[in-house]
């Protein structure tokens, strides 16, 4: 897709999408929706690196394999996830203190 291409399906100049590309400008959280939606993507995926977002190698597969639970088990996954997460925050804190 030409820049140009890519300005007229996202409704923006063509001079930002440069911009964009070339590193000199940053969109505003308006034009990353627009983009995304021009590209048929989540904005996640213009905003972090590939590896960057999403579980850690040694936890892919775990999740991966959670993906095929019945909707009761993946809530109970999300509240232990949910629930480790807020204990350390809460050691984290106590530490702090």
Do not use: C, N
């Amino acid at each position: 897709m030409t820049q140009q291409a890519l300005a007229d399906a996202a409704h923006l100049h063509v001079s930002m999408v440069r911009k964009y590309e070339g590193g000199t400008g940053q969109p505003s959280v308006d034009a990353l929706r627009r983009l995304a939606v021009a590209l048929s993507v989540p904005g996640d995926v213009l905003l972090f690196e590939a590896d960057e977002r999403g579980p850690d190698e040694d936890l892919r597969l775990p999740f991966e394999a959670a993906q095929r639970l019945d909707p009761d088990e993946k809530r109970l996954v999300r509240e232990l996830i949910e629930g480790l997460v807020l204990k350390r925050e809460v050691r984290r804190w106590a530490a702090k203190g």
